[in-house]
Nanobody, 114 residues
């Protein structure tokens, strides 16, 4: 069964950090671009970060540029999102995605609040 599983979400204070992980099973991710999306309540799902197959090229939403870093370890079939200087407006469910396969994880909740 092909699936993506996100982990690492939680409650953090403004200014804090979290590291999300996206583990893949049933698929070898090394040949696919991968992405992180997020969706806040009542809002559309938006692209947060995109990473190419080798990890050498990344793209970020303007709202997270300079604070978030996407990376991947193809040997572990895993993608990461390091989130620093978190703000309340970063609160959302974060989803892992493989665009070429329209494959999504179940999401992990990130809440930034004091």
């Amino acid at each position: 069964q092909v699936r993506l599983d996100e982990s690492g979400g939680g409650l953090v204070q403004p200014g804090g950090s979290l590291r999300l992980s996206c583990g893949a099973s049933g698929i070898i991710v090394s040949t696919y671009y991968m992405a992180w999306y997020r969706q806040a309540p009542g809002m559309q799902r938006d692209l947060v970060a995109l990473i190419n197959t080798g990890g050498g090229s990344t793209t970020y939403a303007s709202s997270v540029k300079g604070r978030f870093t996407v990376s991947r370890d193809n040997a572990k079939n895993t993608m990461y999102l390091q989130m620093n200087s978190l703000k309340p407006e970063d609160t959302a469910v974060y989803y892992c995605n493989i665009p070429a396969r329209n494959l999504w994880g179940q999401g992990t909740q990130v809440t930034v609040s004091s």
